[in-house]
């Protein structure tokens, strides 16, 4: 008995050493180099979003009561106490659980929010690098990271830059089609329509037929006369298939496929895949879009 | 009477072979290269 | 003109399960993609492969040959695929049916299932279902995605996108396992079609290989060729003792000593296997050969 005891004791003890333990080694709060610091918010950046990914339903909601007048938010304020105070104006759309699984996410995001300000003040290159370096193929776990940047034509010729473009509007939609995918083309005037939505609310949307790449002139001429048939306005981009943006479309093997963009140049949630004819299909879109805007004027 | 089924058969091939030909060269097998590469998911019944 | 050979007749149609192991991997080579959740992008897939083989599947060496007749046929520019099929007729003259017997993986796939013991059915009083795949073959391989087309006038792939059980099991299934962008494309489309397979995975325990009797659009092309193809049947008469062996082992239905060009007849060779006199054999050649008698121009269905 008096063994038990004495191990008892023990185990206590250790406990709390363990934890200090534990705690000392992943609770890095001070990155040691820059390195470390573009790694720890590239990190936190991931988990941020694999939260906001867990729960869309939830959080849709959340977006969509977020009206344009709310978003406005003063430099330095944090993206979790907007969660917080935006969840509080629609607190009835939910059950007294989903309050609660949605309080305590985005208490996790101030926190996240909180460290990734305490490292963009120590380091403010680690901000733009850790969106620079992250160019991420388009996986199947649909890691959200950076739109690869690309420097092209539209079919017309006129030069589009990605930077431009992506900060250039709160939302872009990239829409990955080729010119014999019977479904891509059955869905350009539901993309078109999306386009004239979007414009209103400082968004657009544009095409990458992967067959234009490289400015194929037959594949470009065949693209835009389907694209006048179908009566599309919105402009479609093509570029070098060699640079990293046309391996990223490379890898791009399923048809259509849509992403979403944000402001930065980042990829919100995984890419829509298949026709967004559908029903369901159409509503995650807008649900990424809407997730898009909300968080837009950071 | 065999002979005419030996002439069809010989037919034929040169017909297949014909056929063949002329279809890559107009660019049929491009278009079977690009497709089959390329992952229409409706187009296989995901959807 | 033209080879008899009983003794490797007899070695083919032993081998004929390995033979088709082996086909079966030959179409679809690049294995690793099943984990990686893509599909093979290179040139091979310029070529067709001889049996029913989708595209989608990760592994996939080549095209498939219905997929690539309709996508050429649905494409606003070209309306008939020239190049597929003058590969399919070189292929049907060269080999007929014995691709079926021997090359296609998804005639692999029934014989295996066939293999579960139950209760068996003929399929000797049921000869009318086998109009059903010329019908297939017509309709939704040549005529609907050419004729059926959008205001692009663009058609879509009839069989591949409603039918072809094929697609589902080796490329639907493999690639949402492991892709979930893929796994949440998944709607009604799929879920009709994955009762198709369902359905024939079920017929195919219980009947013969009934996807290739009845439905399969690429079976019933070759079958229309199987009456010209280098590679035939061969009834030796003068060894032939009429006693009706042959017809009993042969689950196409299909009677040799009659009919041995049968467009039934998959050269699967349980009938030279069953022969008790070793009358019935292969043979690769133009025409009929040095023939005694024996049945040549009586070639009827």
Redesign the interface.
């Known amino acids: 008995m008096s063994i038990r005891k004495l191990a008892a004791a023990v185990l206590m003890l250790m406990l709390p050493v363990l934890a200090l333990g534990a705690c000392g080694t992943a609770d890095k709060n001070e990155p040691k180099n820059a390195e470390e610091a573009v790694a720890m918010h590239k990190e936190l950046m991931a988990q941020e979003n694999a939260i906001l990914a867990e729960n869309t339903k939830l959080w849709e909601q959340v977006f969509a009561a977020a009206d344009k007048g709310m978003t406005l938010q003063e430099d330095g304020k944090n993206y979790g106490d907007f969660l917080l105070k935006t969840i509080d104006t629609v607190k009835e759309r939910f059950t007294e659980d989903e309050l609660k699984l949605l309080k305590g996410e985005a208490e996790k995001i101030r926190d996240i929010e909180n460290k990734l300000t305490m490292i963009e003040k120590k380091y403010p290159d680690a901000a733009q690098k850790s969106s620079d370096n992250d160019m991420s193929m388009p996986s199947d776990n649909g890691s959200t990271g950076n739109f690869p940047s690309f420097e092209g034509k539209d079919l017309d010729g006129n030069e589009i830059k990605s930077d431009e473009l992506f900060s250039g509007n709160a939302v872009t939609v990239v829409n990955f089609w080729f010119t014999t995918c019977s479904p891509c083309v059955g869905e350009l005037s539901e993309l078109d329509a999306l386009n004239k939505e979007l414009s209103g609310k400082g968004g657009s949307l544009i095409g990458i037929n992967s067959f234009t790449l490289d400015g194929d002139e037959a594949a470009i001429s065949e693209a835009k006369a389907v694209l006048k048939k179908k009566g599309v306005s919105y402009r479609n981009v093509y570029f070098d298939s060699g640079s990293k943006a046309g391996k990223f479309v490379e890898n791009v093997y399923a048809y259509p496929t849509t992403y979403v963009v944000d402001r930065s140049g980042s990829i919100v949630g995984e890419p829509i895949v298949g026709a967004v004819t559908g029903k369901t299909q159409m509503e995650k879109l807008k649900s990424l879009i809407d997730q898009c805007i909300a968080a837009d004027t950071r | ?3 005419k ?2 002439a ?3 037919l ?2 040169a ?10 060269l ?22 | 003109m033209g080879k008899k050979f009983s003794g490797v007749s007899q070695k083919l149609t032993r081998f004929r399960g390995y033979i088709q192991a082996a086909a079966t991997l030959f179409s679809n080579l690049h294995l690793p993609n099943f984990l990686k959740g893509e599909i093979y992008r290179g040139a091979g897939k310029k070529v067709c492969v001889p049996g029913l083989n989708c595209y989608s599947c990760p592994a996939a060496s080549g095209a498939c040959p219905i997929g690539a007749l309709q996508t050429v046929a649905g494409s606003a520019k070209y309306g008939f695929s020239y190049y597929i099929t003058g590969t399919l007729i070189l292929l049907g003259v060269l080999l007929g049916r014995f691709i079926c017997g021997f090359l296609c993986p998804f005639g692999w796939f029934q014989e295996l299932l066939h293999k579960i013991p139950t209760k068996k059915f003929s399929t000797k009083k049921l000869k009318y279902l086998t109009w059903i795949k010329y019908a297939v073959l017509l309709v939704a391989v040549f005529l609907l995605p050419a004729l059926a087309v959008n205001d692009v006038g663009m058609g879509d792939p009839f069989f591949c996108k409603y039918i072809c059980p094929q697609g589902v099991l080796e490329g639907a299934i493999p690639l949402s396992v492991v892709n979930s962008g893929i796994r949440s494309a998944l709607g009604v489309l799929f879920a009709w079609k994955f009762s198709v397979l369902i359905a024939v995975i079920a017929v195919s325990v219980l009947f013969y290989r009934p996807f290739c009797k009845w439905l399969c659009p690429l079976g019933a092309f070759y079958a229309l060729l199987n009456k010209v193809s280098l590679f035939r049947m061969k009834v030796d008469t003068g060894k032939c003792v009429a006693c009706g062996k042959c017809a009993e082992a042969c689950k196409m239905a299909v009677d040799v000593t009659k009919t041995p060009n049968h467009t039934e007849c998959i050269r699967c060779g349980m009938c030279v296997r069953a022969c008790p006199a070793n009358a019935v054999s292969f043979r690769y050649g133009f025409g009929e050969g040095k023939d005694k008698s024996g049945v040549n121009a009586a070639d009827n269905k």
Do not use: P
């Open positions: 009477m065999h002979w089924k030996a069809a058969q010989a034929l091939l017909v297949g072979t014909a056929m063949l030909c002329s279809g890559a107009r660019g049929e097998a491009a278009t079977v290269l690009s497709k089959a590469i390329r992952l229409c998911l409706e187009c296989v019944g995901i959807g």
